[in-house]
């Protein structure tokens, strides 16, 4: 027999996707009904379960999974180990993913943050087919590549640091640091937005507290803007005012919740105060039209009439802006 896990007990353990070696720990946690399987933020899997499992029953649930598993891989595969293949594009090897999505009508290409290239398919493609996809688009691909590129560069070479600027509604702010207690926590006062440091902490070492702690910052200041310009669209159109909550999302700027809600992408905070107003009163005329037929930009031109202009905007560069 395989050997099993006692509860609150972590074993690493390997199984294989296509010779790859996948390393994943089994934990027991008698709270959980049924096998789950959790991916952590290093690389690895967790598998957890309500009763112990031998190591030959976790790599069957594992290998039953493994379609989840490699979306999973692949969204983080910065070597390209998990790649359905490669194009060459204007003398740069690109590697390409294919996810597939049977709900989908059509195929659609999308450029990831990585600068590869990802593939959604309803059905399986063979390697000639998508190359044959990325090559009708190429143009476009490189096109979305450079944009890509420079918000890549812009991205990693965000440090945080005295006198270094970052987009606030349109206008620039100076960061400003201090040391004081344990907590990371950010502030805007003025034309400054103000960092604390837990004393003792080196900002290159807690690139991503600090970041998170701006983030908070964003969300709390523009959170009473945002209700305001959703209470006064929803009363324009008659329609109960949805709650306004932030994320940070990669591709969409908006998006409506069953539960009458709405999620704005906080890159939005970042740029001029019409483009929130725009992205707002856009996702609030959804609670009313859920498509994009006419009927639906009809609703939104009756609440601003300008908002092609900032649409087309939003699409082009909006996701310039990174936290």
């Not at 509604?169 to 034309?191: C, N, P, V, Y």
């Not at 999302?249 to 069953?258: A, I, L, M, Y």
Request: glycine share 6%.
């Amino acid at each position: 027999m395989g050997s099993k896990c006692t509860e609150g007990e972590e074993q690493d353990r390997q199984f294989l996707i296509d010779g790859i070696a996948i390393t994943y720990s089994f934990l027991v946690n008698r709270r959980r009904k049924y096998p789950c399987i959790i991916s952590k933020d290093d690389g690895r899997l967790l598998l957890e379960a309500p009763v112990p499992m031998t190591e030959k029953a976790a790599k069957r649930f594992l290998e039953a999974n493994e379609a989840w598993i490699v979306s999973v891989f692949q969204k983080n595969d910065k070597s390209g180990t998990f790649r359905n293949g490669a194009v060459a594009l204007d003398g740069e090897e690109i590697p390409y993913y294919i996810t597939i999505n049977r709900k989908r009508k059509r195929i659609a290409i999308t450029i990831r943050d990585d600068l590869g290239i990802e593939i959604r398919s309803p059905v399986l493609l063979t390697p000639e087919e998508a190359r044959r996809s990325i090559e009708d688009v190429s143009a476009w691909i490189q096109k979305i590549r450079s944009k890509k590129r420079i918000w890549r560069e812009n991205m990693l070479s965000r440090q945080y640091a005295e006198d270094e600027t970052i987009p606030f509604q349109g206008k620039a702010l100076s960061i400003r640091q201090m040391e004081s207690g344990s907590m990371f926590s950010a502030w805007i006062r003025g034309d400054e937005l103000w960092i604390n440091l837990p004393q003792g902490k080196k900002p290159h070492e807690s690139l991503p507290m600090i970041r998170q702690a701006v983030m908070n910052c964003y969300a709390d200041e523009i959170l009473p803007v945002a209700k305001e310009i959703a209470q006064r669209s929803a009363d324009a159109l008659g329609v109960t005012c949805p709650r306004v909550r932030f994320g940070y999302q990669k591709r969409r700027f908006g998006s409506c919740t069953p539960g009458n809600g709405i999620i704005i992408n906080l890159r939005i905070a970042m740029a001029p105060p019409q483009y929130l107003e725009y992205t707002i009163i856009h996702e609030v005329c959804h609670l009313v039209e859920r498509n994009h037929q006419e009927r639906f930009w009809d609703l939104v031109a009756s609440l601003l009439p300008a908002y092609k202009e900032l649409h087309d905007w939003l699409q082009r560069d909006g996701m310039q802006y990174c936290f």
